[in-house]
């Protein structure tokens, strides 16, 4: 079984990038060199595309390999296969770790469980059931990529064939 998906390297100071290349070759198993690119968005930070084909769960690995390093913004995609669901991870230095199952086109998909605490947690607290589900939809994540997504338009992209 084999499972496909996207690294984007939003943000990372160039000391990060070999240790960045290197991280990713432990998790797929083969050499990994990726095109670093200036950031706009963040001077002195560089940025990556790779992507890649491994086994299912690559994603969440790759997430976890760099999730180490707190200086750097990225996100680790990976289309749903059988028996699995698409998931996507993404980080930042200030928010951290955000994890979502995704839909087909990558749109954030939240359970019926999650659903129903939002809105108990809405009622009990007296929060507002949007908030709840901006939390549940990472849009802060969002909100905080974003400039650096779109400066990443036209950025080269690699294709990496995980062995095993």
């Known amino acids: 079984m084999s499972a496909r998906g996207v690294l984007y390297v939003h943000s990372a100071p160039a000391a990060l990038c070999p240790h960045i290349e290197w991280a990713v070759a432990g998790v797929v198993g083969v050499p990994v060199k990726l095109d670093w690119v200036a950031q706009p968005a963040a001077p002195g930070h560089h940025r990556a595309e790779l992507n890649w084909q491994g086994k299912p769960g690559t994603a969440g690995a790759v997430a976890s390999a760099l999730n180490a390093w707190q200086r750097l913004r990225f996100e680790v995609t990976e289309e749903a296969s059988p028996g699995c669901d698409g998931v996507r991870y993404s980080y ?34 007296g929060a507002d059931l949007a908030t709840e589900l901006d939390r549940l939809t990472g849009r802060a994540w969002d909100e905080e990529l974003e400039p650096f997504r779109y400066a990443g338009d036209g950025a080269p992209v690699r294709w990496l064939h995980a062995v095993g």
């Open 92 to 125: 930042t230095p200030a928010l951290g770790v955000f994890t979502a199952i995704t839909s087909a086109v990558g749109e954030v998909l939240v359970s019926e469980g999650r659903l129903r605490a939002a809105m108990e947690n809405a009622a009990a607290d």
